[in-house]
């Protein structure tokens, strides 16, 4: 499913060869990453679909089934990422093969520029200094010109195109491959907004996860919020999202002193769907060592905290939320729920002040942030929504939604 896969690629005709029951294998083993449940995998199961009839599914096929709008558009998505994963394979296949066959000339010319019997043999004659060639059994009236001028300088010029034309073929290969993730991504960023404007967030979410999935076990000391927050950035088109909008959250306080507060990511919707606020908040690994012995601890294996993140992704939400967490500044114990309710409250707070719009004056709460323009609307036809995204650890995301909240204004993007 693009540069983010993690499992090989399946074949498209061995997946046409598919029974119901290695179908719905198949999806078992997508079940995490696709948000599907066990009623989503029990609908397909009782529908018999078989490996051919997967590829040819439509959404109204899957609708039909019963199936709601969310699953039945990451169902489909997998299928079409199927699809074009057996495409790009067969597309890199070919170049590689011919970058082989361009490697191969070259070997077979240096083996032919060894001439080996060919050998240039020098017999004393009368005259100081003078060698005479031998004729080669080929004939040539004047073998030392073909073997050191037109031979030599054939050799060497053809070896020179032939490099060329390797590093040629090498170069737009790479050039290629990167179009294409370069396409697939896109896809993903576009494909990940347009589930968010629908109200749908779980394809962002496994996104996220994905990357993380994706880096190494070192980065599990080094993650945190801000880090966080430029993936998720990243995994969202450039121009529908506002990083650290700026609002004014008390206009009575002065200049760091609760003056100011900054939405980790907005994202204007325009007069067409909802503009989205999303809070952040990230738990480290460390911080929960360090929560459950009751004192915080520098020195803490890798390998220790890859357990733990692997055991955070099998844990009930109530379980995850009761752990305790002790950062390295505070030095206090406090729990993953309270950090949860704190985020749902500044995030409640933000969707309150930018229901107001641009600030009007000095005192005034509101937007002050030039990338963000508002226009007005008929009453309560504008829409804000909001979303607390906790990840803890890499591989165990909580989210709460807030909303959707009634405005009277539209958030669009201002372009630069």
């Known amino acids: ?25 198949f999806l078992e083993s997508k079940k995490g990453e696709l948000s599907l449940n066990e009623n989503h995998i029990k609908i397909i199961e009782n529908e018999e679909i078989s490996g051919l009839a997967l590829l040819s599914l439509t959404k109204e096929d899957l609708r039909s089934f019963g199936l709601k709008g969310g699953p039945s558009i990451v169902i489909l998505e997998l299928i079409k990422n199927l699809k074009s994963e057996e495409q790009i394979s067969s597309v890199q296949e070919v170049r590689l093969n011919a970058l082989e066959d361009k490697l191969t000339s070259v070997q077979e010319l240096l083996q032919k520029s060894v001439i080996q019997q060919q050998v240039e043999q020098f017999n004393p004659t009368q005259g100081k200094g003078k060698k005479r060639v031998v004729e080669q059994e080929q004939g040539y009236e004047n073998p030392t010109k073909v073997l050191k001028i037109s031979s030599t300088t054939n050799v060497k010029s053809t070896l020179k195109s032939s490099e060329m034309d390797v590093d040629d073929t090498n170069n737009k290969v790479n050039a290629n491959i990167l179009s294409s993730n370069e396409d697939i991504c896109s896809h993903h960023k576009e494909f990940a907004y347009n589930c968010l404007a629908k109200g749908d967030i779980n394809y962002l979410i496994n996104l996220i996860k994905r990357h993380f999935q994706s880096r190494s076990m070192m980065s599990l000391k080094s993650m945190n919020e801000a880090v966080f927050q430029a993936v998720l950035e990243m995994l969202l088109p450039l121009i529908f999202r506002v990083p650290e909008l700026r609002l004014i959250v008390d206009g009575t306080k002065q200049k760091y002193n609760g003056r100011f507060g900054f939405v980790d990511i907005f994202i204007p919707g325009g007069k067409d769907n909802p503009s989205i606020v999303l809070e952040l908040k990230y738990i480290k690994l460390t911080g929960l060592k360090s929560g459950s012995k009751g004192r915080f601890t520098k020195s803490l294996k890798t390998t220790e905290l890859y357990e733990l993140d692997k055991n955070l992704e099998e844990e009930d939400d109530d379980t995850v939320l009761d752990r305790k967490y002790m950062s390295k500044n505070s030095r206090t114990i406090t729990t993953v729920r309270e950090i949860m309710n704190n985020g749902i409250q500044q995030l409640q707070n933000y969707i309150r002040i930018i229901t107001r719009g641009p600030v009007k004056g000095y005192v005034d709460s509101g937007i002050l942030d030039p990338r963000v323009g508002v226009t007005e609307t008929m009453k309560d036809s504008g829409q804000l929504m909001g979303y607390v995204i906790m990840s803890v650890g890499t591989r165990r995301m909580l989210v709460r939604s807030y909303g959707p909240i009634k405005t009277d204004i539209c958030y669009f993007s201002v372009p630069k």
């Open 1 to 25: 499913m693009s540069t983010l896969q993690q499992n090989p690629p399946f074949l498209i005709e061995e997946i046409k060869n598919w029974s119901p029951e290695q179908v719905i294998k």
